[in-house]
């Protein structure tokens, strides 16, 4: 199970600003930055409704901003108020189309963001993704930044993610700030994510519902229906790599923050049906033909640039993590800090 010792920093006396605060990521991360005797906290996102309104309700934290009103106080200077900026704000939406719209959010945004942090000497952390190795043809490596220019994402979303990262290595920035790419993420406070939630949690409701979990079939003869794989990374062991990197000062540039380890769907399906007590019943539906031609068949993290820095936390194994998402979580409906 997840390692009490991922949490053992003081963060009681940081200045800390998350945006993205009441999204998964960013309100997970506000989760540990209470465990960690941090509530000096404000949260830039908008204003939340449903179960992003739940994702905040046991959390602690000083002030809420509208992402407008952050860039109106950020050009003021107002930035050097805090010691960390932990950027998680986006549109992390795959599927989206509107190049203009994610350019504005993934882009200008965090580059003005960067821009006024760097200014005002504040340490910057930012969401990265995994989705700007695309394939993974030209390697899933967090080092050399050589290498930038050879990535092609697959999807608009991981496009303007590069687009950030290879501005940001161009300018300079990677030896001041820290870029995390995040792998697939899943557990606790996602519900709200729509059809981007993890296949943890649309598997986990196909179960209730009629005991069933559909995976995509494989439209590429190397790999077996269900046996595409992916490097799942449980969000408690995301969110301890991301504040051990934000407070290891010589930690800068990009990380990959995954688990080194790739497991198909089939296991995936199998933990979920393991940790609900349930016969596994696995039924293949073909990848929707708009996403078909730029669906990730392989990813792993690999994070020994993250070991380096002296990170030595186990990563939680999957079977572990699923069943503490499903029992803990999802069977009794309830969100980080209601444990």
Known sequence: ???????????????????????????????????????????????????????????????????????????????????????????????????????RNNYEYTKTLALAA?????????????AT?????????????????????LNPYGESKHAFDLYASKAGWLAQIVGLKYFNVFGPNEGHKGDMRSVIHKSYEQVRENGTIRLFRSHRPEFADGEQKRDFIYIKDAVAMTLHLARNRSAVGLFNIGSSVAHSWNELALSVFSAMQVPPRIEYVDIPEPIRARYQYFTVANIAKLRQTGYSSPVTPLRDAVYDYVRAYLMPDRGLGNE
Request: hydrophobic share 35%; proline share 4%.
């Open 1 to 103: 199970m997840f390692s009490a010792g991922n949490w053992v920093q003081d963060w009681s006396e940081q200045r800390v600003l998350v945006t993205g605060g009441a999204g998964f990521i960013g309100s997970a991360l506000v989760w540990a930055l209470n465990r960690c005797d941090c509530q000096n906290i404000v949260i830039v996102d908008f204003p939340p409704t449903g179960r992003k309104t739940r994702n905040l309700d046991p959390l602690r934290f000083r002030d809420y901003l509208a992402p407008d009103a952050l860039l109106a106080k950020s050009a003021s200077g107002w930035l050097r108020e805090f010691n960390y900026i932990f950027h998680m704000g986006a549109c992390s939406s795959t599927t989206e189309t509107d190049v203009s719209y994610l350019r």
């Open 118 to 130: 760097l200014a005002s000497g504040t340490r910057f952390v930012y969401a990265s993704s995994a």
């Open 133 to 153: 190795y695309g394939d993974g043809t030209n390697g899933m490596e967090d080092s050399g930044y050589e290498n930038l220019e050879r990535l092609k994402p």
